[in-house]
């Protein structure tokens, strides 16, 4: 024989494992074929090893479904930690005044009233918008900007005394007003309501810009002009007009305030 009988054993577990290399399996190939003892030592050697190999294939199986285990359970505790620091962000954000959507945050204002309701809202921009309340005594003024967090509320400052609740006889009233610069553009908001069942239609003229708009008792009419870079408002004229065209109010400053006058008195 080629080879000997006891290196040829030495290789047959080497073998049965698939671990030998290609000329050792051939090896004990060749002698398997020549050798009957051999032949049946082989034989028996597979049976003894095959519990052992079963063991270890149950074994290597608990150790991989181990392993999908401990795999599975990081993903889990990574979700469950994106989601809880999500959580606690979103909280932050909500505690800091930041919505979802525009009119939530701008009935944030702490200026605001219960009593408090929107009677006019102007979206300037995408990401700006501005909403006049009706706050029984005054008007205010309240405009939000979306960020990266959400919209967000920035009062104007601006409580515009509402006259008809002091005074009889107001035909027409301002319902606030605001001037408002971003970067290199501007935009002007004029809110009147009337109260004169008379007035049919109101034009105004703001920075070189005429608007007229038909109107209704009770109801808030919105100019809006684009605001060159700079400059004031003080050159505003309004003018309300009856059914058949006739002016019957104009608008004024008087003490630093627009008030509308009769002209029919």
């Keep these: 024989m080629k080879y000997r009988c006891d290196m040829v054993k030495d290789l047959m577990p080497l073998c049965l494992d698939h671990e030998a290399s290609e000329s050792s399996e051939q090896t004990v190939i060749e002698h398997l074929a020549e050798c009957k003892e051999c032949s049946k030592y082989y034989e028996a050697l597979g049976k003894e090893m095959e519990p052992i190999k079963e063991q270890d294939d149950k074994e290597n199986k608990y150790v991989r479904l181990a392993s999908k285990l401990r795999k599975k359970r990081k993903i889990t505790a990574a979700f469950i930690t994106l989601f809880i620091w999500i959580f606690c962000f979103s909280c932050l954000c909500y505690a800091n005044g930041y919505r979802l ?77 605001t001037l408002h610069f971003r970067y290199d553009e501007g935009v002007q908001l004029l809110p009147v309501r009337v109260y004169d069942e008379n007035v049919k239609s109101i034009e105004v003229t703001c920075f070189g810009q005429t608007q007229t708009k038909e109107v209704s008792s009770g109801e808030v009419v919105l100019f809006t002009f684009d605001a060159p870079l700079g400059q004031s408002n003080e050159e505003v004229e309004a003018t309300a007009y009856d059914e058949s065209g006739n002016a019957v109010y104009r608008l004024e400053i008087q003490n630093g305030m627009w008030i509308w006058v009769s002209i029919l008195q």
């Design 101 to 177: 959507s525009s009119k939530a945050a701008a009935d944030l204002s702490g200026r605001l009233k219960d009593v408090s309701q929107i009677v006019a809202c102007y979206e300037w921009k995408d990401d700006l918008h501005f909403y006049i309340y009706d706050s029984y005594s005054c008007y205010d003024v309240v405009y939000v900007e979306r960020t990266l967090l959400g919209w967000k509320q920035f009062d104007t400052y601006l409580n515009w005394p509402k006259w008809s609740i002091y005074e009889e006889n107001i035909g027409i009233e301002m319902a606030g007003s």
